[in-house]
């Protein structure tokens, strides 16, 4: 390496460390190595524009991989905007079908390629990617081209049609984020667990429960909920007992909301208790919301980290006696909607809380739940 590519790897470097405030990059220095300065420049544009922090993850671990494919395919970094035989290649090489690989050593991913790949830790199984990662690379691949104020051939009928046919002919069954749904008996179980006093007991059951009731939020919403998100509001008065504790939960910009969204949705009755009970017990006033516990009991001052809050779901699903690989965080979400179905609540009350904007990916959940009860499941 010449002294002036060393140079340039160190500025990458350098750069990439005021990227990873926002977007933590464990593997900066091979980063360094293989993005190029343009790269790197797109992704500190992407920060200060404020976008999610696992959107940018997701950039930039699809644009490494991209970079690694192009320089083992080609021998040359990415070409922008790339032309449309290489979108074609990259399809070519990622979805292929074994059957064909096996008469055909030429169908599929070159194993030079493969093999370069995998010496580089991005590739790890053997066989041919999930369409849906490739469709998501594609879509990275399409939005840092757009970044970079150029067009590129992305919606093309002869790409549609070659991703369509790749997949029509491996077809793959779809799986959940969550095998498993935390509904609300699977929820009960896993509040037992932490019903004591104790500091983790009150964090833990507190997570539970906001993240159940507030709609299924994803983990990244929960781990990042800040004490500003919260606003108390009026009790709830119900027939027969008590008004309900009731807060609001500013969410801010989500996945699915607008550039310019607000997302709001509603806590009401023991969530709240639970959550006023650990900020109280954690003396918490500011910032973030949930966070660590170290071994001799002190509360960190630092939020969780997004991976933190599915730990604790599968270690809570452990001491409740189920299977912790049958269940991760995106079961909150999937359960919200799931139990809602169960008890009858019309799917718009329900996705305005959950805050889905996809009519069809929400009422999946409610077909399941109703078809297994309903008359056509019970002809006999």
Known sequence: MSKSSGNGVDRRAQQLDTVAAVLPLERRDELAELLTDQDVETLRHLVNEGMGENTLRALTSDLAYLQAWSLATTKYILPWPAPEALLLKFVAHHLWQPQQRDVDRDHGMPDVVAQSL?????????????????????????????????TGSFSSPALNTAIRLAVRATPRPRKRKSAKAVTGEVLTKLLATCAGE????????????????S?????????????????TEAPVTVDGG????????????????????DEVVYLTGRPVDALNAWLTVAKIESGGVFRA?????NVSRRALDPKAINDILKQRVALAGLEPSEFSAHGLRSGYLTEAANRGIPLPEAMEQSRHRSLQQASSYYNSATRRSGKAARLL
Request: glycine fraction near 12%; hydrophobic fraction near 35%; aromatic fraction near 6%.
């Open 118 to 150: 995998r010496e580089q830790g991005f590739l790890r199984s053997i066989g041919p990617h999930a369409p849906d990662t490739v469709r998501r690379r594609l879509s990275s691949w399409s939005t840092l081209t757009k970044w970079r104020g150029l």
């Open 293 to 297: 516990i170290d071994r001799w009991g």
């Open 242 to 261: 008590s008004p309900l504790p009731s807060l609001s939960i500013h969410l801010g910009r989500t996945k699915t909301s607008g550039a310019d969204g």
């Open 215 to 231: 709609g299924g939020r994803r983990r990244t919403e929960i781990a990042g909920l800040r004490t500003d998100q919260l606003t």
């Open 198 to 213: 104790n500091l983790r007991d009150m964090r833990d059951r507190a997570i539970l429960m906001v993240g159940f009731a």
